[in-house]
């Protein structure tokens, strides 16, 4: 079985620039989570789809930060324009049912430098 | 709104030594407990989760957990440290009602006492 797939590994930006992280969940997963995870912190949920609603994202700053989940599927989460403080790795998790009782499945990250 | 705490940010072990990983959390209603491992340049794995039922989780590589819910407390333990369990270790909780958020703790990082 296929994991949950992330693209770019690694990314390095300006600040004040753009840049969009891609995310492919697990076949048949229909929540999807983007997690944030400073470095020596533990991640922080940004945003949490069932299918292609929102659930929550009441951790996700929408003044530079979006995401979107296409025909229930992949994911793009954006950030524009870019902090320094964006410096992160951003995690993307999908689960099978909706809700957390079933284990979410996480991918190897994006890891995000603003300089 | 739920939370985690794990007390120690960092646990150093000696190789075959038993190890212990606190975790405790906040929730005026009842969770769901997961302990998740994360090891160098890699996403995170589950270890283990509290559902319901028998308060003693067992895991994956030898690791398990005991439910208390008294003490708020979701402590994970390992009887034996193998060098190949370096790794971050964190816990996470979630309420059984709404949106189910996972929040997650800030994690324990476990390494070999030199």
């Known amino acids: 079985e296929a994991g949950v797939a992330q693209s770019p590994r690694y990314k390095i930006i300006e600040k004040r620039q753009s840049v969009a992280f891609w995310c492919n969940p697990i076949s048949g997963h229909a929540t999807l989570y983007w997690y944030q995870q400073i470095l020596g912190q533990g991640p922080k949920l940004l945003i949490q789809?069932?299918?292609?609603?929102?659930?929550?994202d009441s951790q996700l700053p929408k003044d530079r930060f979006s995401a979107e989940r296409l025909k229930g599927v992949d994911s793009t989460l954006k950030i524009q324009p870019a902090k320094l403080e964006d410096s992160a790795v951003y995690l993307c998790a999908s689960s099978f049912t909706p809700g957390t009782r079933e284990t979410a499945f996480f991918g190897q990250g994006t890891r995000l430098t603003v300089v | 709104a739920q939370s985690v705490t794990q007390l120690d940010s960092q646990v150093p072990v000696f190789e075959e030594a038993p190890v212990e990983l606190r975790c405790n959390y906040s929730?005026?209603?009842?969770?769901?407990l997961f302990w998740y491992v994360q090891y160098p340049n890699q996403g995170l794995q589950l270890l283990l989760k509290y559902l319901s039922g028998s308060t003693l989780v067992k895991g994956i590589n030898g690791f398990e957990a005991e439910f208390n819910k008294s003490q708020t407390s979701f402590h994970l333990r390992k009887p034996s440290f193998h060098i190949s369990d370096t790794a971050e270790y964190f816990c996470?909780?979630?309420?059984?009602?709404?949106?189910?958020?996972?929040?997650f703790g800030q994690g324990t990082r476990l390494t070999i006492n030199p």
């Open positions: 929730s005026s209603v009842s969770v769901y």
């Open positions: 996470a909780v979630t309420i059984i009602q709404g949106a189910q958020k996972l929040v």
């Open positions: 789809f069932q299918n292609n609603g929102v659930v929550d």
